[in-house]
């Protein structure tokens, strides 16, 4: 599971937890988020997210 | 004979960006990144909304130098500078070593502009342009009780929201009538400022900064009309400038940016831009949106596959939290009309042509709902 990080606003999305609350379960793959989605902190679209891996 | 590396100079978000999508494309060529910084990776943006997303400076990086070079097979040199392009010869002399590459990326981003002001306190005018900087202002804002913002452009209305939320009043000075007067028509302009005065922004608009004096412990600053203010900081947000020295002094076309075709290649062999120091097709867009597009084409091109970027309409998100801004500002030379119309809680501005299609909008407060359906309705910047 991986994670996926906003460029502009610094908002997270983890797979493993996904985002219940906008319909996407957990252990969504980011491939698998609709490509309409945006970034639910600042609106921005699924291409200004990038994926990470962040210290500790 | 070994294979020269791919020098990629810059390692703000443009040029991580670009090493990250080139190695899904090529895992052998070697991959040396130099840069001024200290290599550390984080995204611009969260500069100026730090406090509203709860991050001290130290928690905005996402990797270190060492990860970001175990993580893309790279050598990074920090704290260094690039100091001769040699287009020609196909090498860069970084602190006096010669190093000859495959291709070389300009990914060096923009500088603050800087307009001097008087007084002895003038040494105190501060700029926010990396994370250094920003750990910079944020020691000296630690027990700032208000700060004084020059200019009221995307970035000082954004640290005006962003220092808000950090219990900060400000005083944002500006010469034009209404922040944000480069993307927004004046309603809305007029708008946003209304949602902050409440708030504990102090505009200060058609006036500019004359001087900046010692106050006591304070500073006190005074505009071109004699008023003063009395502040603990001052920060300068007046805009960018593209870095195209290094370019310039190569010999390469530069205009305002530094000049790359639709395949980011400068007028030299092997040499590229992308990011806030370039000018694509005589566009110089700094934001986050362009520099993805640029990369996913460039990194392509690098690997073998001449690839022409490709703009989509890319809104701009002002992040002034409390009443928000989504701006896609018509293109240079298309000419319309703005129509505006007050909803409750924000407000739709379209810039339509003659024949009645959308060619940009501000969509601001309740409004930004829309930007995802607006945006379709957008021509693409580049096709």
């Known amino acids: 599971m991986r994670r996926w990080y906003c460029l502009i606003c610094g908002f997270i999305y983890d797979e493993a937890l996904g985002l219940p609350e906008a319909g996407i379960a957990p252990g969504t793959r980011w491939e698998d988020v609709p490509e309409d989605w945006v970034c639910p902190d600042c609106g921005a679209p699924k291409s200004d997210f990038e994926m990470i891996e962040m210290i500790a | ?383």
């Open chain 2, 1 to 383: 004979m070994a294979t020269d590396p791919l020098v990629i100079i810059g390692s703000g978000l443009a040029g991580y960006t670009l090493a990250r999508e080139w190695r899904k494309l090529d895992a052998t060529t070697p991959l040396l990144i130099v840069t001024r910084d200290d290599g550390r990776y984080y995204s611009k943006p969260m500069l100026s909304s730090a406090y509203t997303s709860s991050k001290p400076p130290d928690a905005i990086a996402l990797s270190d130098a060492a990860v970001m070079a175990s993580q893309l097979n790279a050598g990074i040199r920090t704290r260094v500078t690039a100091e001769e392009l040699d287009v020609a010869a196909g090498t860069v002399r970084v602190e006096g070593v010669v190093h000859a590459y495959s291709n070389v990326v300009l990914a060096v981003g923009a500088d603050p502009i800087y307009v001097p002001v008087g007084g002895d306190a003038a040494e105190r005018v501060m700029s926010v342009n990396d994370l250094a900087d920003y750990a910079n202002f944020r020691a000296a804002i630690a027990a700032a009780r208000h700060v004084t913002i020059i200019g009221a452009g995307l970035i000082g209305c954004e640290f005006a929201s962003d220092l808000l939320s950090g219990g900060i009043a400000s005083a944002v000075i500006d010469p034009a009538a209404f922040p944000l007067s480069r993307l927004l028509p004046a309603e809305a302009g007029e708008a946003l400022a209304d949602a902050y005065a409440g708030l504990g922004v102090d505009w200060r608009f058609g006036r500019t900064v004359a001087r900046v004096d010692h106050e006591g412990t304070r500073l006190r600053v005074t505009l071109s009309d004699g008023e003063a203010i009395v502040t603990d900081a001052v920060l300068s947000a007046i805009g960018l400038r593209p870095r195209t020295g290094l370019a310039r002094a190569a010999g390469l076309d530069v205009n305002h940016g530094i000049v790359v075709n639709r395949q980011l290649r400068t007028s030299g062999d092997r040499a590229y831009a992308l990011g806030d120091c370039a000018e694509v097709n005589g566009l110089a867009l700094p934001y986050v949106a362009p520099i993805m597009q640029a990369a996913r084409a460039l990194a392509p091109t690098l690997a073998g596959r001449p690839t022409d970027v490709a703009y989509p309409p890319m809104p701009v998100l002002v992040k002034t939290s409390r009443f928000p801004v989504v701006v896609a500002p018509p293109r240079p030379g298309v000419t319309g009309n703005w129509s505006i119309e007050r909803l409750d809680g924000g407000m739709r501005a379209l810039y339509r042509t003659e024949d009645d299609r959308i060619e940009g909008f501000a969509l601001l407060g309740s409004a930004t709902a829309e930007r995802q359906k607006l945006s379709r309705e957008l021509p693409a910047l580049l096709d």
